[in-house]
């Protein structure tokens, strides 16, 4: 219960810098986390193929085993700790905006109670001098009166008051209940956030475990719940264009920069048009939180429902029960899920292996097929950006090996491009197809995940217009592409087109970039090309209406690159031809690719 002493004398100041400390030690264990993470861990990784120059540059044995453990435990517990304090740094700025707000309140009525002469109690009672004109010669005394709240009493006070021949009586009880009110105010206020900010705490032994992750969302929500005067969740931008976006979060201070990342994470992480380093800040600490809720749901689970099947799986033939689908479809979720969780963070794990720059988590998501989004190196700083699009079957399951594309592309870019710094993107940002044969020949998947890409791109525009970029697609990524260029302008300064299907336009003309900037790899052994042709062709009125072509066509206009492996899957090889022509495009050197003869 918050007295009218306590209310009068507290220093909001004091709230507001140990808001100041607690974001200042959350931005130390950041720090502290990417420093262990980035310059210590890759280095003591255990080698497990020693003599393999991709195996990476670490030490083994026994030691450097335990000692990658170790500093791995302590770099989750820098990322647990910076959360945490970020959450109670929002808190403190939260309940400093609210008592300012109650405390202008109180000081109003201060100062109207002194400037009528009354005086106000420690206790937050008002006393009132004699005053008014003589009654049967005697002026009218002085005397006190307390506040209320409620109102019938409040009512009744002010009548008595209102009675009294002192016409001091009824401005001291008004102030009177005035007072009652701010203290009544600042109470709710500690009554709300006591409890939220109680819970803020680790463990004595800072043991951080899937529980203690888990539980971040609950605290986040259990701030959010009572945050709202100070930050308010509606007013995060919701299917702006990036340019919006951007303005928005510049219009905040510092303060309530790092207050809405701590608070909406999930929301700042998605929006497109914010800086790499924000996003990725945002988007780790859900990925955490998602990894720590998974892990406990799946130990939780029940046993494997019995019977498997109806019937015994008889004569009736193998139908699974409903109760075993369930059980089934939840646990596979979240397995999959979990893989690639485990599979991004490997990658922030990876960095300062073989060189292999910073990552940043640009998006993620693993509801459904899951999203997510990775970048080598940060794409505001480079010179050069590589977004590359996957095709059927990508999911967040798969994420590796779609990373692993994009590490080899960053590696041969890096190694040709000088002194220039090189980006490169594994963008899910879609809901791609999954089965070859009853998804992949649908246009929907690529006309409703293009959006996201155009919105994406404009996005980058925003943290660094002035770079040079090529998007790439692979597979039924290049339809994505087409259709982004089809529905909007696509902004980027050259298209890699690799084992296409067809981009749902007949021309190179139509992919919204310069003259000769379009660009297709079509492997020996790859049948996609032509399979797709009659799904995904573009029609070119100009060789004859409805011919369907695709970017292997010659009609089609793309520069076609020399490629030297074989089949669907392989354009990324190491040492490849297939490779370095990517990365010849991708960092501006276009004269020293090898087109085919």
């Not at 019977?307 to 059980?327: D, F, I």
Request: contains cysteine; proline residues 5%.
């Amino acid at each position: 219960m918050v007295s009218f002493r306590s209310l009068r004398d507290v220093n909001l100041e004091e709230f507001e810098a140990a808001a100041d400390g607690y974001h200042l030690l959350s931005s130390t264990a950041r720090a502290a986390k990417d420093e262990l993470s980035n310059s210590i861990i890759a280095k003591t990784m255990p080698d497990p193929e020693p003599g393999d120059a991709d195996s990476g540059q670490g030490l083994v044995g026994q030691a450097a085993t335990a000692a990658h453990e170790r500093l791995s435990r302590l770099s989750k517990n820098f990322h647990y700790t910076q959360v945490e304090c970020g959450l109670l740094g929002a808190s403190f700025n939260a309940v400093a905006t609210e008592l300012r707000a109650v405390r202008k309140k109180l000081d109003t009525v201060l100062a109207e109670a002194e400037s009528a002469g009354l005086t106000v109690r420690d206790d937050g009672s008002v006393s009132y001098p004699p005053a008014g004109r003589e009654i049967d010669g005697k002026t009218p005394e002085g005397g006190f009166t307390r506040g209320f709240t409620d109102p019938t009493a409040k009512g009744v006070a002010a009548q008595a008051a209102y009675l009294t021949p002192n016409p001091k009586a009824e401005l001291a009880q008004q102030c009177a209940d005035d007072i009652a009110n701010a203290v009544r105010e600042a109470s709710e206020i500690d009554e709300r956030w006591s409890p939220k900010i109680e819970r803020l705490k680790a463990q004595k032994d800072l043991a951080i475990t899937a529980k203690d992750w888990a539980n971040v969302h609950g605290d986040q929500r259990a701030v959010q719940k009572v945050a709202d005067e100070y930050l308010e969740r509606e007013s995060i931008p919701e299917g702006k264009t990036p340019g919006e976006n951007a303005k928005w979060w510049q219009s905040l201070s510092a303060q309530e920069k790092a207050d809405y990342v701590s608070l909406y994470p999930a929301s700042i992480g998605s929006l497109d048009g914010l800086p790499a380093e924000v996003r990725d800040e945002a988007n780790r600490a859900v990925l955490a939180e998602k990894k720590g809720a998974y892990e406990l749901q799946l130990a939780s689970m029940p046993p494997e429902p019995w019977p498997k099947y109806l019937n015994g799986g008889g004569r009736a033939g193998m139908v699974h029960s409903t109760e075993w689908l369930e059980w089934h479809n939840r646990r596979e979720q979240l397995e999959n899920s979990l893989m690639g969780i485990r599979s991004i963070q490997d990658r922030f794990s990876n960095t300062g292996k073989n060189g292999l720059p910073d990552a940043y988590l640009l998006g993620f998501s693993p509801e459904g097929n899951g999203r997510a989004i990775i970048a080598n190196g940060n794409p505001d700083t480079a010179d050069h950006i590589a977004v590359y699009v996957p095709g059927t079957t990508a999911r967040l399951e798969n994420i590796q090996g779609d990373m692993d594309r994009m590490n080899a592309l960053w590696r041969q870019s890096q190694s040709i491009s000088g002194a220039d710094d090189v980006s490169t993107i594994t963008w899910l940002g879609y809901d791609a197809p999954q089965d070859v044969v009853t998804d992949a020949p649908l246009a929907s998947y690529a006309n409703e995940g293009a959006p996201s890409l155009n919105r994406f791109l404009n996005g980058l525009d925003e943290t660094n217009g002035s770079q040079h970029r090529t998007t790439i697609g692979h597979s039924y990524g290049t339809t994505l592409i087409g259709s982004a260029a089809r529905q909007n302008e696509l902004s980027t300064d050259d298209v890699i087109l690799v084992g296409s299907p067809g981009v749902q336009v007949g021309s190179s003309s139509e992919m919204d970039v310069p003259a000769g900037n379009v660009w297709n790899q079509d492997a020996e052994g790859d049948y996609v090309p032509e399979i797709g042709r009659w799904g995904h062709g573009g029609s070119s009125w100009e060789i004859g209406g409805g011919t369907l072509i695709i970017p292997s066509d010659q009609e089609f206009g793309a520069k076609q690159l020399s490629t030297d492996t074989r089949g669907h899957s392989d354009y990324w090889n190491k040492g490849s031809q297939s490779l370095y022509n990517q990365a010849a495009v991708v960092t501006g050197k276009s004269r020293e690719v090898i087109l085919d003869q």
